[in-house]
């Protein structure tokens, strides 16, 4: 009778590993690869799920880390609300509170993602986080005040985002790495009608010799001040200098046609 029952457990094990499949057997982690190599996004999410739940913290963190990242893109590509990302990004957050490296990532994924649902009180919140990190590169650090700064603006909080972009520039870099910053400001002054800080702004990205995409948006908004400013004539002379380095040449070529018209009255 013993016998029996053992046999009669094993066939009742063997006939559930073939009903569920992979989910039931196997190593959870590499089964959740092939899972996401054949597109299988509801089994590969149940997968990771248990992979990090029954995992310990300490137990080949690279792994874990792997599985998270993994999750977060089976997330997305079963096309689930991106409240659902924010969901296991919190638990990333809290769990790798006491790893920087891990933390910028998590940081700069949960804030784009507030990005897009226009939540850019929080998107604040996590780029704020994310430059306050150690150990950023310097691209990333330059990003992180970019992004913030354009967060802020989004929200009127004007100030706020000039005091963003004035931190940037003071970073212990090289002017040619925080460049993109100081067009930033000038672009956001733009939209406030501060033609003379724009004007001079602009003039010191021109004088930097910074690359040639740069020059041509520094160059517009340079003329474009001008122009604003009263000084047809030197507006017209910089569309002319900015015109084969501006992304969109025609737009150009409107301004300086409608300045011509003006200058001849």
Known sequence: MRGLALCLLWCLCFSLVGCDGPALKGDDLSQAREAVSQRQWSLAERLLER????????????????????LLVVVNAAGQEPRASLEYLETMQEEYLDDDARSAVILKRMAEVYEGLHRYGRAVDMWSA??????????????????????????????????????????????????????????????RERWQEV???????????????????????????????????????????????????????????????????
């Open 130 to 191: 994310y430059i306050g990190l150690g150990g950023l590169s310097p691209q990333q650090v330059l990003e992180g005040h970019r992004r913030l700064a354009a967060m802020q603006f989004s929200l009127r909080r004007f100030d706020a985002g000039e005091d963003t972009l004035q931190q940037c520039l003071a970073l212990p870099l090289p002017d040619h790495d925080k460049i993109m910053c100081m067009y930033d400001l000038a672009d956001q002054n733009m939209a």
């Open 199 to 265: 004007s001079g702004l602009s003039q010191q990205i021109l004088d930097s010799d910074p690359d040639q995409n740069v020059r041509g948006l520094a160059g517009y908004l340079l003329a474009d001040a001008l122009e604003q400013l009263g000084k047809n004539g030197e507006a017209l002379k910089q569309f002319e200098l900015a015109r084969d380095a501006y992304p969109n040449p025609s737009v150009i070529d409107n301004r300086i046609a409608h300045l011509r018209k003006k200058l001849k009255k």
């Open 51 to 70: 992979y990090l739940r029954e995992s310990q913290d300490s137990q080949d963190a690279d792994s874990r880390w792997e599985a998270w990242q993994q």
